[in-house]
Every structure is written in C-alpha cells, then in structure tokens.
C-alpha cells in the first residue's frame, strides 16, 4: 500500500494457537501487528485488499494475512469503528484461519 494509513487497533489480543504458530516460527506479534497497522495486508487477494481500503474509510473490520512458517497463516483481524466520534475500535485478534 503506498498511501500512509491510520487506524486505531483498539485491545490486542491473541489465540493460543496464533501464540504457539508464531513461537514455533521463532517470530514475533509485534512484527505482525506493524506490519497490519501501516496497511500492509500480506498475502490476500485483490478484492480483499479493496475491501480493506474501503474499510478504512467507512470504519469496517481490516483483515491481513500472513505466512509465518512453511504453510502456517496468520490472520490479523481489526474490528469495525465501535464509537463512530472517535473512530476507535474495540480489539485487534491474531488468530489461525482454524480458529475463526
């Protein structure tokens, strides 16, 4: 993504599996998480990534996907804007696609 984006995370929370994956691969959350909070989105698709775009906009969920071993993915989840004043959000979730 080329433009600078802005959006709260809101709480961060995390899976146990989401936990143990990224343990197991010898990385980080943070390094997730940053990547997630300046829009790079990861590996999704075109249409996802439309999806995203707009969502920062309108205040819906952001989603990003990432591989963190082998065939191992990561999804970072942003919950939809809870108060629309702020435009804050609730929480932020990693998670494996399993576990959605």
Not at 52 to 57: D, E, P, Q, R, T
Request: net charge negative; hydrophobic share 40%.
């Amino acid at each position: 993504m080329s433009e600078a984006v802005s959006f709260s995370l809101g709480r961060i929370v995390a899976t146990p599996g989401a936990l143990a994956a990224l343990e197991d691969a010898g990385q980080l959350p943070i390094e997730f998480l940053q990547r997630h909070a300046r829009g790079d989105w990861g590996e999704l698709c075109d249409e996802d990534k439309r999806a995203n775009a707009a969502a920062l906009k309108t205040g819906a969920r952001l989603m990003s996907s990432y591989t963190i071993s082998g065939e191992t993915r990561l999804w970072i989840i942003t919950d939809a804007v809870i108060d629309e004043a702020t435009g804050e959000r609730q929480a932020t979730t990693l998670l494996l696609p399993e576990e959605y």
